[in-house]
């Protein structure tokens, strides 16, 4: 009987150790996964963000479990990343790009659908599509990447910069003829 008493005093603080340790665990694992959904619901109007384009590539290696919630997700991100994989169709018409467009969207839904269902989160489509995007943002979002690409073919040799001289009097009295400015 002893020696159930000096094991029970030896092993009870390390069961306690390696359960607190599967608790701290667990408890990780969710608050990941839970980030990636809230950073993916956070910068779904915005697909080429950063945080965006980082929670995308953390879901095949935190939804890594066995589980049918975890390969419901994994089946909707490969979907995802397969379409985002396939070249923005820049040069070709309006049409195409809204078909594009229209693919990303409803792949990005499909992929936060089946992320809400895995959390129990009570989120239905509508809910997805609806988010904040001012105009200011979508017009920098066009704009950065045109000026980024002007200024690299001006630095490659390649552009053209164009300028427009004004000349302005000091004076209304001046001349220009008289080359006094």
């Not at 020696?3 to 701290?24: D, H, N, R, S, Y």
């Not at 989160?121 to 001012?134: L, Q």
Request: with cysteine.
């Amino acid at each position: 009987m002893e020696w159930i008493t000096i094991a029970a005093i030896f092993l009870g603080p390390i069961a306690a150790v390696q359960v607190q340790k599967f608790i701290e665990r667990t408890t990780a694992e969710k608050d990941e996964r839970r980030f990636i959904f809230k950073t993916l619901m956070r910068t779904r109007g915005n697909p080429t963000s950063r945080d965006h384009v980082d929670a995308l590539n953390m879901i095949q290696f935190t939804f890594s479990n066995n589980t049918e919630a975890d390969s419901a997700v994994r089946r909707k991100w490969e979907i995802y990343l397969n379409h985002l994989n396939i070249p923005y169709p820049i040069n070709e018409s309006e049409a195409s790009q809204w078909d594009w467009n229209s693919k990303q969207r409803r792949c990005s839904t499909d992929l936060l659908m089946v992320l809400a269902k895995a959390f129990d989160y009570p989120i239905d489509e509508e809910h997805i599509n609806r988010f904040y995007a001012p105009m200011a943002l979508v017009k920098e979002s066009v704009e950065i990447p045109a000026i980024r690409e002007h200024v690299l073919k001006l630095l490659q040799g390649n552009g053209v910069l164009k300028t427009h001289t004004t000349l302005v009097r000091r004076n209304p009295g001046d001349s220009y003829a008289s080359g006094q400015l």
